[in-house]
């Protein structure tokens, strides 16, 4: 996890330190990538994933935030495996376990009102889910 208090300047600091946790799923081209990170909403989270879907290879990106105890959501989707995954079926998912509201597309979805205290769990359950020769997801 990281705690931060990080600006936009900040952000490719941030990603340099992180592009190297890129988790492969079995079987698959396809990387996975989830963080939460303290002190970011819907914005901050946003740039964060722009810089991860540049990366040319497919991914998976599982981003939570939070921010004076709301709890905010981002799932993003390379285009190129949308018709394997779905950002918002991904999303369901999650606010199923912490509430919240959201939506979006099959690459892009994001939820706000989220449950800070049980984003970080959901995450890694979602995360463990995705790497999972049963993915349901």
Not at 72 to 85: A, D, G, V
Request: proline share 4%; hydrophobic share 35%; glycine share 8%.
């Amino acid at each position: 996890d990281w705690s931060s208090d990080v600006c936009s300047s900040d952000l490719g600091a941030l990603f340099s330190s992180l592009k190297n946790d890129f988790t492969p799923i079995p079987n698959t081209q396809t990387f996975l990538f989830q963080q939460h990170i303290d002190e970011f909403d819907i914005p901050q989270l946003r740039s964060l994933s722009d810089q991860l879907m540049n990366q040319n290879k497919p991914l998976i990106a599982l981003l939570g935030g939070s921010l004076n105890d709301k709890g905010f959501l981002l799932i993003r989707i390379s285009k190129s495996i949308c018709n394997q995954y779905s950002a918002k079926n991904i999303l369901e998912s999650i606010l199923q376990e912490t509430g919240g509201k959201g939506g979006g597309r099959p690459d892009m979805a994001q939820a706000g009102g989220v449950d800070p205290n049980k984003l970080k769990q959901a995450l890694e359950t979602t995360f463990n889910q995705l790497l999972s020769s049963e993915n349901t997801l």
